[in-house]
């Protein structure tokens, strides 16, 4: 089945948000808050597990806070992680992170090459939004037929449906897209809803298992930028374009 949609994640695939940005707003969020809390990027490593920004505020009050008296843990939660995103997006507005290498590039050779391409990711929308117009302008945002974000479908990753959701809107079946994903949660996301999937680590997720990944990268690469093959078939590429994604479907995964 020839290869026709390319499906990306956001957080860690497209730029490394968690590090630069999401901790970074979490902790300016509690600050203003007055709550004397504050993840370390050790902490965040280990909070990381929890998908979604509310979720991760529960968790972390029910295992590392547990005298924490607030009366309704899911209000709490929602408002800390609203200011949280309001901060976010700030960030990313101000300019502090950039596309990891690769990105920008590819999205270029894969809408030449007529591929189509979607989002799938757990994060908020409005950080989807602010991340693609301050890095690639706001009529990117129309590079993408579908953008599955946050809680427009009941289950967050490592559940499978906001691929599941992306593949409906789009009406197209799972093998004749890619997923690209950064982490575990993620690769197990794309692979419920039956999809390929090009991994490209980073700090966080370089000791994750990625099993069943059509290869293992340390980024997609550029021209003079090779990408370092962590597990995978070694093929004649030294980056990520359009011919080694349609190599990598048609024979490595
Ligand atoms: C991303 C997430 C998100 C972000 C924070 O996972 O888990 O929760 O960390 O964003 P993935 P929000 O890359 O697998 O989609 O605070 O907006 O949830
Ligand atoms: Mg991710």
Not at 72 to 99: C, E, M, W
Not at 158 to 168: K, R
Not at 210 to 219: D, I, S, Y
Not at 235 to 240: A, C, K, L, Q, R
């Amino acid at each position: 089945m020839a290869l026709e949609v390319l499906i990306f994640d956001v957080d860690g695939t497209l730029a490394n948000t968690e590090r630069d940005g999401h901790l970074v707003a979490f902790n300016l969020a509690f600050k203003e808050l007055d709550l004397d809390w504050s993840w370390s990027h050790e902490l965040y490593h280990e909070l990381l597990n929890v998908t979604g920004g509310q979720l991760r505020i529960k968790h972390y009050v029910n295992n590392y806070k547990p005298d924490f008296a607030v009366e309704d843990l899911n209000a709490f939660a929602a408002s800390v992680h609203g200011l949280k995103t309001q901060i976010y997006v700030r960030l990313v507005n101000a300019g502090k992170i950039p596309l990891r290498p690769g990105v920008k590039r590819l999205f270029i050779e894969a809408r030449a090459a007529g591929l189509r391409m979607a989002i799938a990711t757990t994060t908020t929308p409005a950080n989807v939004d602010a991340l693609i117009t301050n890095t690639l302008g706001k009529e990117a945002l129309g590079w993408f037929e579908v953008i599955g974000a946050g809680d427009v479908v009941p289950n967050l990753k490592p559940a499978g449906d906001i691929y599941t959701y992306v593949l409906e809107q789009m009406s197209v079946d799972a093998d004749k897209c890619l997923a690209f994903e950064d982490s575990y949660n993620g690769i197990i996301s794309a692979t419920q809803a039956g999809l390929k999937t090009l991994i490209t680590v980073n700090e966080y997720t370089n000791t994750h298992e990625f099993k069943g990944a059509c290869a293992v990268l340390n980024h997609l690469g550029e021209v003079n930028q090779p990408f370092e093959l962590i597990t995978g078939n070694a093929t004649d590429s030294t980056f990520v374009d359009v011919a080694y994604l349609q190599e990598l479907h048609a024979k490595y995964c």
